[in-house]
Nanobody, 124 residues
């Protein structure tokens, strides 16, 4: 059974940083994309960024986080991290990890597996 577990959420002041980590269990995702999405209160879930699988990886980010957020992965540990810098109040949301791309474009992808999410709250 595949499980994705996110950790690292919390409360931070605007301008601060947080690092989220997602650990996958049940199978390896080394050769497929992994991603982060977020959903603010009363909003639809939105794409944050993704990192492709394989020996050479590519990353794609939503325009709203580009230059502030960085995705990385460790295939040996089956993890994907999201380093978030220069956080803004608008970044407040539940952040979800996702794995195994099943369709869509680089900035509007669809994924098969999802984590339960971790809350990130940015205060002014």
């Amino acid at each position: 059974q595949v499980q994705l577990t996110e950790v690292g959420g919390g409360l931070v002041q605007a301008g601060g940083s947080l690092r989220l980590s997602c650990t996958a269990s049940g199978r390896s995702f080394s050769f497929t994309s992994m991603a982060w999405f977020r959903q603010g209160a009363g909003q639809e879930r939105e794409f944050v960024g993704q990192i492709t699988g394989g020996s050479i990886t590519n990353t794609y980010y939503a325009d709203s986080v580009k230059g502030r957020f960085t995705i990385s992965r460790d295939n040996a540990k089956n993890t994907v991290d999201l380093q978030m810098n220069s956080l803004q109040v608008e970044d407040t949301a539940v952040y979800f990890c996702a794995a195994e791309w099943i369709g869509g474009s680089a900035k509007s992808p669809q994924f098969r597996y999802w984590g339960q999410g971790t809350q990130v709250t940015v205060s002014a």
